[in-house]
């Protein structure tokens, strides 16, 4: 692995113009999906990261065809259905290759999964997926660490999928999957609405499913014989859009976002407004300012609509420069608090106390070397970066780039001074 780094010079206001990408997370379970269709799929807007790259070489191994088209659109066609197995080996770098197990099983009636393991943001168990597959009517055993599922049809079913912290984004996404190509009618109580999985039910009624209630907690499926290919463009990146916002605000900057939904971002926008920070609708798109003075806030992370987990990292960094004491509470993982410690090397003042943590508003951040170590904990990271008096180095960047597409680029073309450098540790 390449032991890429990011070198920061705190201080510059961003200026100017940024195009938000499209979202990871709505397009990695759409990319899936394409295992279930007849024909080609045609993707606009899936963004370039790493992520995607690794669930294309899945889905390669999986007998599709998979092509960067010239235009930039991401061109899938299912061909061969022998191989119904993801390995450890790429399981193990992304989680979220679990979303071929609804789709490998709909399609192919058997899938061979790698479980899991856990990752830097805590356990992630999977039992609410397999759970929905046995209910479509799988039959489910682990096997040597994968999970191996066989069934001779699926039929609809009613099913409830909240677990201890709410509805689950993927389990949703797996379920709704399998369902499309069940025999009968499905109901998923406790669904997860988060805008990425409106777009995969979207993407799927495009193709000839029939689903209804996406959005909503009560999401309902009539079982079709088949799927079609589509052309289909996912839609922005929110929490790319919501970390630019924090890059505006850390800065005392003036940033404008092209395609950027603020629909989905409410209770974000909400937090930043009590902030302090401007948050305004222009022709050309959002346009995010602010004042001098960030206020301190509470912020609870929830399942949509609810303040998002993968927003948390970055509005603490803001919060580390507000003028008095703000509370973070994770909800969704509780675990989530990797970053705590290296913004604590920036100078940050910060206590955990369980899934809380209190920030204390200090002056500035000074620049230090920090580490990545997930993906949107380095996010935090640069933002932090972008505001401390010095040179920050973050290491291990390898984490930024499984979600955000050339961030340094991007912050560089409205005026930060990030550099990308190889190097080593030391
Ligand atoms: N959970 C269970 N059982 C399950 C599945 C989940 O108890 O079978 C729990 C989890 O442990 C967690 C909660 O339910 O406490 C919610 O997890 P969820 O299943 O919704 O997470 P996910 O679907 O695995 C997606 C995103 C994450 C994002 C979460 C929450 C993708 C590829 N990943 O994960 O994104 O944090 O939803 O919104 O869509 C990221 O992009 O940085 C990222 C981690």
Same mark, same amino acid.
């Given at each position: 692995m390449g032991l890429a780094y990011f070198e920061i010079n705190g201080g510059p206001r961003l200026r100017g113009t940024v195009r938000i990408?499209? &979202?990871?997370?709505?397009?990695?379970?759409?990319?899936?999906?394409?295992?279930?269709?007849?024909?080609?799929?045609?993707?606009?807007?899936?963004?370039?990261v790493s992520d995607v790259t690794f669930l294309a070489e899945l889905l390669s191994k999986l007998g599709v065809e998979v092509e960067w088209r010239p235009d930039g659109a991401l061109r899938l066609? &299912?061909?061969d259905e022998m191989n119904c197995r993801a390995e450890y080996d790429i399981v193990r770098k992304m989680r979220a290759s679990i979303c071929v197990l609804g789709p490998l099983l709909a399609k192919r009636h058997r899938a061979q999964v790698?479980?899991?393991?856990?990752?830097? *943001?805590?356990?992630?168990?999977?039992?609410?997926?397999?759970?929905?597959?046995q209910l479509l009517g799988a039959d489910i055993e682990l096997v040597n660490g994968d999970i191996v599922a066989k069934t001779k049809k699926l039929h609809g079913s009613e099913m409830f999928l909240g677990g201890p912290f709410g509805s689950t984004v993927l389990g949703t996404a797996n379920a709704m999957m399998a369902a499309t190509l069940a025999e009968g009618l499905t109901v998923i109580e406790m669904a997860a609405c988060e805008p990425e999985v409106v777009d995969l039910a979207n993407f799927l009624n495009k193709c000839g499913a029939s689903i209804t209630g996406q959005g909503t907690p009560r999401i309902v499926i009539e079982g079709v014989k088949e799927l079609h290919g589509c052309e289909y463009r996912i839609i922005p990146d929110r929490i790319e859009a919501g970390t630019f916002m924090v890059a505006s605000a850390i800065t005392n900057g003036e940033l404008t976002l092209e395609n950027c939904r603020l629909d989905h971002l409410m209770a974000f926008v909400d937090r930043l407004t009590a902030i302090g920070v401007n948050v305004e609708r222009s022709e050309r798109g959002v346009t995010v300012s602010s004042a001098r003075r960030?206020?301190?806030?509470?912020?609870?992370?929830?399942?949509?609509?609810?303040?998002?987990?993968?927003?948390?990292?970055? *509005?603490?960094?803001l919060l580390c420069l507000a003028d008095g004491n703000s509370i973070i509470t994770e909800k969704v993982f509780p675990d989530r608090f990797l970053h705590v410690a290296e913004l604590s090397r920036m100078g940050a003042h910060l206590r955990k106390e369980g899934p809380t943590v209190i920030v204390q508003g200090v002056k500035r951040l000074i620049a230090a070397p920090v580490m990545a170590s997930d993906l949107r904990a380095s996010a935090a990271l640069v933002l932090a970066g972008l505001a401390a008096r010095g040179t920050?180095?973050?290491?291990? *960047?390898?984490?930024?780039?499984?979600?955000?597409?050339?961030?340094?680029?991007?912050?560089?073309?409205v005026g930060a001074d990030i550099q990308r450098r190889e190097g080593d540790e030391s």
């Open positions: 990408s499209g &979202a990871k997370n709505a397009a990695l379970p759409i990319m899936a999906a394409s295992l279930m269709c007849e024909g080609e799929v045609i993707l606009h807007d899936v963004p370039p066609v &299912a061909r790698s479980m899991p393991g856990g990752c830097a *943001i805590g356990d992630r168990p999977v039992n609410l997926h397999l759970r929905a597959m960030l206020e301190p806030v509470d912020v609870t992370t929830q399942p949509f609509p609810g303040f998002p987990t993968d927003l948390q990292a970055q *509005i603490m960094a920050t180095r973050v290491n291990r *960047i390898y984490h930024i780039e499984r979600g955000y597409v050339r961030i340094d680029e991007k912050l560089r073309a």
